[in-house]
């Protein structure tokens, strides 16, 4: 099964894309029975395993897991339990569909995270409005940590969002062996922009160039995040420095395709942004930290060569710089 990559932390607009339903079942003609019950009112997923529904989950999160309990390889039981042992999961609801009927399989769906349990064979009404409820409870967390998360003046990721989630990333790649880049951003003679226009003005600069980079990111795990100021940065998880570099000419071009009229800057009096990239595999011994530090360098080298474009750089680490 191809599993979808992961869903923006932040939706854009008004529209409330349908609920995402992972059906996890060993048998197809569970999985065939229970997506008659659902299709229609919610995107249904499938994954035939435990291990399989951790990888879906991790990689592209639903609203809601149903998972039966046995299965071979790894049972349901253990693979909530490890759902919820991960940050990026652990809020993800999961109802066990069992044949178990005594008390202790019951206490055991409990005890391993689930947030209810449906007997089989299920009863499609019992099934519907059980799944209705959590994802009513789901959809009104969701909302309140999304709240904590987004810059209030911009509508992107927050700093402490993108700290979280950039933990999250070193963590992953440095047990996967994966390549991690970040792009610092940061808005050319900007306080030259406040002094001319205003500061509402700017405020809406900046929202306007927000708008602008998260569109140009085009793969949904992508991120970017308000950093402090007229700062931006932006995390592409599986991405080498060529590809990063790449993303940041389209970030580059993306606000200057907004023609925002900057009387005060000297590069043709149009607002214009700098870019500094840095690409790395991830190792647990250095601290995610040292990405930044090495892509706040080349924002700087940027600034320093003219203004108005990118500059990036590997991260040298250990492992990398060779004897």
């Known amino acids: 099964m191809t599993l979808p990559p992961a869903p923006l932390p932040f939706a854009s607009g008004d529209h409330t894309p349908m609920p995402r339903l992972l059906i996890v079942d060993d048998q ?21 395993s435990g291990r399989q529904a951790i990888e879906f989950c991790r990689l592209s999160p639903p609203d809601l897991v149903l998972m039966d309990v046995m299965m071979p390889d790894m049972d349901g039981l253990e693979a909530c339990r490890q759902l919820k042992q991960m940050a990026a999961t652990r809020d993800i609801p999961v109802i066990f569909v069992t044949t178990g009927d005594k008390p202790e399989h019951e206490n055991a769906c409990w005890e391993a995270g689930g947030v209810d349990f449906v007997a089989k064979p299920v009863n499609p009404l019992t099934l519907r409005n059980r799944v209705r409820v959590h994802l009513t409870l789901k959809l009104q967390s969701d909302r309140l940590r999304e709240m904590a998360f987004v810059d209030g003046l911009t509508g992107v990721a927050n700093r402490r969002y993108f700290d979280e989630r950039l933990a999250r990333e070193w963590r992953h790649d440095a047990r996967h062996l994966q390549p991690l880049s970040l792009v610092m951003v940061d808005v050319d003679f900007f306080k030259r922009y406040n002094d001319q226009y205003g500061h509402l003005a700017g405020d809406d600069c900046l929202r306007r160039i927000a708008g602008a980079l998260k569109l140009a990111l085009n793969r949904p795990y992508d991120l970017v995040a308000r950093y402090g100021g007229e700062e931006f940065v932006c995390l592409l998880p599986a991405t080498t420095l060529d590809g990063a570099l790449n993303i940041a000419q389209a970030l580059g071009q993306a606000v200057a395709t907004l023609g925002l009229e900057h009387a005060g800057s000297e590069l043709g009096g149009h ?12 190792q647990h011994e250095l601290p995610p930290e040292t990405l930044i530090q090495c892509a706040d360098k080349q924002l700087y080298l940027a600034k ?20």
């Open 304 to 323: 320093n060569s003219g203004r108005a474009r990118a500059c990036g750089t590997t991260l040298s680490t250990p492992a990398n710089t060779g004897p």
């Open 271 to 282: 607002v214009t942004i700098s870019l500094g990239v840095a690409s790395t595999v991830p």
């Open 28 to 48: 197809p003609i569970n999985i065939h029975a229970m997506h008659q019950i659902f299709a229609g009112n919610y995107q249904v997923f499938m994954a035939t």
